[in-house]
């Protein structure tokens, strides 16, 4: 059974950092292509960053040049490092491997001061 754990979400002042983590228990974790997406109070969920199998990355405009998505095949981990956060950055984040209707339940990430 696939399983997806987001963790490291917390409340951080604006211009702060933070690392998610997300731990999938799935076989063959490096061959998928795996994605971050945030869903803000009363909006609807949007992908946020995407790293291929081969570690090509792609990322919406609200957060290109802050968020960096990384994985470690090693560990079937994805991460997403958060810098110069911004209050319009407070959401629940989640992973997911794409293509696939898998999701993990997501932590929350606040900003603000």
């Known amino acids: 059974q696939v399983q997806l754990v987001e963790s490291g979400g917390g409340l951080v002042q604006p211009g702060g950092s933070l690392r998610l983590s997300c731990a999938v228990s799935?076989?063959?974790?490096?061959?998928?292509?795996m994605g971050w997406y945030r869903q803000a109070p009363g909006k609807q969920r949007e992908l946020v960053a995407v790293?291929?199998?081969?570690?090509?990355?792609n990322y919406a405009d609200s957060v290109k040049g802050r968020f960096t998505i990384s994985r470690d095949n090693a560990k079937s981990t994805v991460y997403l490092q958060m810098n110069s956060l911004k209050p319009e950055d407070t959401a629940v984040y989640y992973c997911?491997?794409?293509?696939?209707?898998?999701w993990g339940k997501g932590t929350l990430v606040t900003v603000s001061s």
């Open positions: 997911r491997i794409m293509g696939m209707d898998f």
């Open positions: 799935v076989s063959t974790f490096s061959v998928y292509q």
């Open positions: 790293i291929a199998k081969g570690g090509r990355t």
